[in-house]
Nanobody, 115 residues
Framework: VQLQASGGGSVQAGGSLRLSCSAPGNIFPLLAISWERQGTGNQRELVAQIGAGGTAKYEDLVKGRFNISRDNAKNTVYLQMSNLLLEDTGTYYC??????????WGRGTLVTVSS
């Protein structure tokens, strides 16, 4: 099972993008979904996560700018990114995790923020 991440692109600083992460319908409602990103030369870092029940958590670096939500009817999690900064540039990955601990990953989607 592979998650499908999409929505990346190029945007100017201060702009917005919305990323999407979808999974097969038979497991999506059971998954806690997180978004991680990796900039050039940087370690992968957690950005935001949302539990199967809808509880959202954010890392300090994106609080107030990013919003994570899920639509179980569409088997999709969204990451709405606003007021983007240059340092938000990177490849964004979504990860799904079952209560058993099993993880599923999607291919990354590239976000480029320019001045």
């Amino acid at each position: 099972v592979q998650l499908q991440a999409s929505g990346g692109g190029s945007v100017q600083a201060g702009g917005s993008l919305r990323l999407s992460c979808s999974a097969p319908g038979n497991i999506f409602p059971l998954l806690a979904i997180s978004w991680e990103r990796q900039g050039t030369g940087n370690q992968r870092e957690l950005v935001a996560q949302i539990g199967a029940g809808g509880t959202a958590k954010y890392e300090d670096l994106v609080k107030g700018r990013f919003n994570i939500s899920r639509d179980n009817a569409k088997n999709t999690v969204y990451l709405q990114m606003s007021n983007l900064l240059l340092e938000d540039t990177g490849t964004y990955y979504c990860k799904g995790k079952l209560f058993t601990g099993r993880e599923y990953w999607g291919r990354g989607t590239l976000v480029t923020v320019s001045s």
